[in-house]
DNA sequence: TCTGGGGTCCTTTTCCTT
DNA sequence: TCTGAAGGAAAAGGACCC
């Protein structure tokens, strides 16, 4: 047993990143096989407020569904975006993001799919169970993305992480008709990068050695955290690959980026990253907002956007109550036409979860900011959530007089 | 004809206290 | 009493991710 012990302890970290192929394309496919190879684009609205599909609920077979009866997106009018698109689509230029009018353009017969996010989670959930099945060190980084700490299970440290990463593929494409791909690699950082190398369906297994002629030659842009904004100010300094990242100095990086982000981009570069994996966490805040159909002025429209305050202040109760948690820091985050932003929050005594209280903290937030300009968007936060078990809630309607329309709204 | 929704984390600013 | 330093908490904004 001792020398059992003794060669865990020693064991290389190997950590793998696990991320599903075309996940939200994949889940519509297994639905309607009919739409293999065709154009196709998710996004646009919410299933639930959007029956776009003519003949759903008639009774028919979803598979047979006729091609006909498929919503197009030149057909569609009103705002929104892809959220994703298969790559028959893609070869028209359509990608995410992209506002749907102008995809229409591009590709008007293309079939446009609402997003049907509590179909995605049901997937979600059964892949990540039988993940966790066979490695239970798992960390959730979205609907379609884990991490897997593959160290110390049976199967992970063969050939590199290999014979495990076949096994997890195979038992989520049995579980549920989907692929993904893996990477494995010494830790998060560079598992996220290798699980891009060979998509879909691939398996890639990074070790130290390979980051000189593996990763120094990736673009900046693929190191998970470097975005559009750090991208352009590194190509500025001539920095465009990794390697050109990891030739700069660690000092020099600090005095161009700051204390923390230049330490971290000289790790980065050079493949270092301790972070666990981690398997269980808090939620640090609860939020729900919406886009207007029309852009909507805090005057003109003050009892419409008076409605949809207090159903967003609701919405955001429920989610507190259904989840079990409280908060103390209330917010609110609104959208002017011009797409400029703003946010404004307070901190009460109490945690709370009523949405009256919410609804009164967030009106008072309302109040301090401009709203001459017309509003395109509106959200309501909680955040310094503390579990509901651990709490005194502040009382909810006890003394409170209901979710107020009037005086707490300030222009509203 | 633009540009969703739900999050996390970090930095900077501001305010308050010592 | 005034001024400034230092530090913490809250607030605001922004970058980034899926």
């Not at 096989?33 to 684009?41: A, D, I, M, S, T």
């Amino acid at each position: 047993m001792a020398a059992v012990t003794a060669t865990n302890h020693s064991l290389p970290r190997r950590i793998a990143h696990l991320d599903m192929d075309a996940f939200y394309a994949s889940v519509e496919l297994l639905r309607y096989p009919q739409l293999q190879g065709l154009p196709v684009v998710i996004g646009g609205g919410r299933r639930d407020c959007d029956q776009r599909i003519t003949t759903e609920g008639s009774g028919l077979p979803l598979h047979e569904i006729a091609l006909a009866d498929f919503p197009r997106l030149q057909d569609y009018t009103g705002r929104g975006v892809i959220t994703t698109a298969t790559y028959a689509a893609r070869a028209f230029g359509v990608g995410s993001a992209m506002g749907l009018m102008k995809a229409a353009r591009l590709c008007p017969q293309a079939i446009l799919l609402p997003v049907d996010f509590d179909e995605y989670r049901r997937y979600s959930r059964r892949f990540k169970q039988v993940i966790t099945d066979i490695a239970p060190v798992m960390e959730d980084r979205g609907v379609d993305e884990v991490y897997i700490d593959f160290t110390r299970v049976p199967g992970g440290q063969r050939e590199g992480g290999r014979v495990l990463a076949r096994l997890i593929q195979k038992a989520i494409f049995d579980a549920t008709g989907l692929t993904c791909s893996i990477g494995v690699a010494p830790n998060k950082l560079l598992a996220k990068m290798a699980s891009e190398f060979h998509k879909p369906k691939g398996i890639s297994i990074v070790h130290e050695a390979d980051l000189q002629p593996l990763v120094w030659p990736l673009a900046c842009r693929k190191i998970n955290g470097i975005g559009p904004k750090a991208d352009a100010k590194l190509a500025a300094h001539g920095i465009h690959t990794i390697g050109e990242l990891a030739a700069r100095s660690r000092a020099w990086l600090v005095q161009h980026f700051g204390k923390a982000t230049g330490a971290w981009l000289h790790d980065a570069a050079w493949g270092r990253d301790e972070r666990p994996v981690v398997t269980e966490s808090e939620p640090v805040s609860i939020s729900r907002e919406t886009t207007f159909e029309r852009d909507l002025h805090a005057v003109h429209d003050r009892a419409e956007l008076g409605r949809i305050f207090t159903a967003l202040c609701e919405q955001v109760a429920q989610d507190l109550q259904r989840k079990g948690y409280a908060g103390r820091t209330i917010g609110i985050k609104l959208r002017y036409a011009d797409f400029r932003g703003a946010t404004r929050d307070q901190t009460i005594a109490q945690a709370t979860q009523d949405a009256a209280m919410l609804r009164r903290v967030a009106g008072q937030c309302l109040k301090r900011v401009p709203l001459q300009q017309r509003l395109r968007l509106l959200g309501v936060r909680v955040a310094s959530l503390v579990p509901v078990a651990e709490v005194a809630l502040h009382p909810a309607a006890a003394h409170s007089p209901g979710p107020a329309q009037g005086d707490t709204l300030g222009l509203f």
